[in-house]
């Protein structure tokens, strides 16, 4: 009687499928496709033709950095000390503004997620902002924020000495500004898709929330941490606008591999080739290899 499992009563499925459905009706609940498992043919030229072309589109300007590039002083080049002074104090930044983005944007997205207050909608939307808020926007805006004349700045040099713009410390903090919204999204996502069940179980025990979110909730909701603060790292790394608004561009101080890669285009183009391809090849190296970890963590 059942050895074969009937179709389920009511709705059928459409005749295309009733061959395949007819025995075994389908399992409910998400599913992931194996090789064995996906749709047999060839794509439809429609879809196979603008994904080529936008495949063409992102990947035809890095093989030109590829092809154009200076080989034969490759090595000469990446060893001068700009370039390396430059590399240096992208890598140290972007890590620092990493770091930041860490210990403020966890706990924000976590607020976003977990807690309901009025006005959450608005608090989501501010903090996706920077998003597409022209980068050098947000370098003017921190420049009227913690300039010296800027409405904390002042305030910060005339009681503490403590000034930003035109500094290391500026490099930090406008990195932080334009990458922590990356952070916040990844990990908010993540929170919100994390089964409540395991939370609800340690509180029953007696755990306390700060001990349910440090030995529950962040180890459920890691891999988005972890995706978080790559695309954050990468972000930053990447910063230009904001960093020449607001910390300018002095070498070895505020100098940054874009800011390295702008000033040697209008003198030295080669140059600014070798500085394009290593920024390029730490960045692909990086997130090749933290996006491997945390992919095979969520799987």
Same mark, same amino acid.
């Given at each position: 009687?059942?050895?074969?499992?009937?179709p389920?009563r009511?709705?059928?499925?459409?005749?295309?499928?009733?061959?395949?459905?007819g025995?075994?009706?389908?399992r409910?609940?998400?599913q992931?496709?194996?090789?064995?498992?996906?749709?047999?043919?060839?794509?439809?030229?429609v879809? @196979?033709v603008?994904? $080529?072309a936008?495949?063409? &589109?992102?990947?035809?300007? +890095?093989?030109?950095? #590829? %092809?154009?590039? !200076?080989w034969?002083t490759?090595?000469?080049?990446?060893?001068?000390p700009?370039?390396?002074d430059?590399?240096?104090?992208?890598?140290?930044?972007?890590?620092?503004a990493?770091?930041?983005?860490?210990?403020?944007?966890?706990? @924000?997205?976590?607020? $976003?997620?977990?807690?309901? &207050?009025?006005?959450?909608? +608005?608090?989501?939307? #501010? %903090?996706t902002? !920077?998003?597409v808020l022209?980068p050098?926007?947000?370098?003017?805006?921190?420049?009227?924020v913690?300039?010296?004349?800027?409405?904390?700045?002042?305030?910060?040099?005339?009681?503490?000495?403590?000034?930003?713009?035109?500094?290391?410390?500026?490099?930090?903090?406008?990195?932080? &500004?334009?990458?922590?919204?990356f952070?916040?999204i990844s %990990?908010?996502?993540?929170?919100?898709a994390?089964?409540?069940?395991?939370?609800e179980?340690?509180?029953?025990?007696?755990a306390?929330?700060w001990t349910i979110?440090?030995?529950?909730?962040?180890p459920?909701?890691?891999?988005?941490?972890?995706?978080?603060a790559v695309?954050?790292?990468?972000?930053?790394?990447?910063?230009?606008?904001a960093?020449i608004?607001?910390a300018?561009?002095?070498?070895?101080?505020?100098?940054?591999?874009?800011?390295?890669?702008y000033?040697?285009?209008?003198?030295?183009?080669?140059?600014?080739?070798v500085l394009s391809?290593?920024?390029?090849?730490?960045?692909?190296?990086?997130l090749a290899a933290?996006?491997?970890?945390?992919?095979?963590?969520?799987?």
């Amino acid at each position: 009687m059942w050895g074969v499992v009937p179709p389920r009563r009511g709705r059928q499925a459409p005749k295309a499928l009733r061959g395949v459905w007819g025995v075994v009706p389908p399992r409910r609940g998400r599913q992931t496709l194996r090789d064995s498992d996906r749709l047999p043919g060839r794509p439809p030229l429609v879809l @196979l033709v603008p994904a $080529l072309a936008g495949l063409g &589109f992102l990947v035809l300007p +890095l093989l030109g950095l #590829l %092809v154009r590039a !200076p080989w034969s002083t490759l090595g000469t080049r990446i060893m001068q000390p700009q370039v390396l002074d430059a590399l240096r104090l992208s890598m140290v930044t972007a890590t620092l503004a990493t770091g930041l983005c860490l210990l403020f944007g966890v706990p @924000l997205a976590w607020t $976003l997620a977990r807690v309901r &207050f009025p006005g959450a909608g +608005l608090v989501r939307a #501010l %903090v996706t902002v !920077p998003l597409v808020l022209p980068p050098v926007v947000g370098g003017v805006a921190l420049l009227l924020v913690l300039g010296r004349r800027g409405l904390v700045g002042g305030w910060l040099d005339s009681t503490f000495g403590i000034t930003f713009p035109f500094t290391t410390a500026g490099v930090v903090l406008a990195e932080t &500004f334009v990458a922590m919204p990356f952070l916040v999204i990844s %990990v908010e996502g993540a929170l919100r898709a994390a089964d409540l069940r395991y939370e609800e179980a340690a509180a029953t025990l007696g755990a306390g929330r700060w001990t349910i979110f440090r030995r529950v909730t962040l180890p459920l909701v890691a891999p988005g941490v972890v995706a978080g603060a790559v695309l954050c790292w990468a972000r930053a790394l990447g910063e230009f606008g904001a960093t020449i608004t607001f910390a300018g561009n002095f070498p070895g101080r505020t100098q940054t591999m874009p800011l390295a890669v702008y000033l040697a285009l209008e003198t030295d183009p080669e140059a600014a080739i070798v500085l394009s391809l290593v920024l390029l090849a730490v960045s692909v190296v990086v997130l090749a290899a933290l996006r491997g970890r945390w992919m095979e963590t969520s799987g």
